[in-house]
Antibody
């Protein structure tokens, strides 16, 4: 059974960089069938896809966030990570990592981690 | 791309059927058969309920079904049960991924 677990600071100051890591267990992040995504959900609002990475390191980002997002992968640790720069209060959200069957659907999700942007 | 359009809320009594719509454009819902639906209970992660417009993952009851006509996809839940009360989100491939705004299902 594949499991994903997000980790990282729950509080980030405005203008700083949000950094989160997703650890994958029960399966290899290097499986060629899957992409690894970050998705967020502001409190009381809907879901927003942030971007994905393939095990090879190729990435694709939501055009609305592209200028501030970097997703990286560490296959030796079975982890992938998110960096979001120049954060504001609008970036306060629950951040989920998820496994995506390439171009199709998200079948496994982490439990989510709340990141609050506040001074 | 803009979020897909869903009704903010729907409701039904136990045993009844409800349908949740998800309207997009020819660039997303209408252009691909990669529409999926997710159920989210409060404080929990979303759960995949339907993929490829109408397919159900193993373990999802056959009370859940999906369809698509043109630029609008639909999720139908028949034989409503109390545990179906949750938020539901549609999602479509559009070169990248776009979600609907979510629909709150209340079981009366």
């Amino acid at each position: 059974q594949v499991q994903l677990q997000e980790s990282g600071p729950g509080l980030v100051k405005p203008s700083q960089t949000l950094s989160l890591t997703c650890t994958v267990s029960g399966g290899s992040i290097s499986s060629g069938d899957y992409y690894w995504s970050w998705i967020r959900q502001p409190p009381g609002k809907g879901l927003e896809w942030i971007g994905y990475i393939y095990y090879s390191g190729s990435t694709y980002y939501n055009p609305s966030l592209k200028s501030r997002v970097t997703i990286s992968v560490d296959t030796s640790k079975n982890q992938f990570s998110l960096k979001l720069s120049s954060v504001t209060a609008a970036d306060t959200a629950v951040y989920y990592c998820a496994r995506e069957l390439g171009g199709d659907y998200f079948d496994y999700w982490g439990q989510g981690t709340l990141v609050t942007v506040s001074s | 791309q803009s979020a897909l359009t869903q009704p903010r809320s729907v409701s039904g009594s136990p045993g009844q059927s409800v349908t949740i719509s998800c309207t997009g454009t020819s660039s997303d819902v209408g252009g691909y058969n990669y529409v999926s639906w997710y159920q989210q209970h409060p404080g929990k992660a979303p759960k995949l309920m339907i993929y490829d417009v109408s397919k159900r993952p193993s373990g999802v009851p056959d009370r859940f079904s999906g369809s698509k006509s043109g630029n609008t996809a639909s999720l139908t839940i028949s034989g409503l049960q109390a545990e179906d009360e949750a938020d539901y989100y549609c999602c479509s491939y559009a070169g990248s991924w776009v979600f609907g705004g979510g629909t709150k299902l209340t079981v009366l």
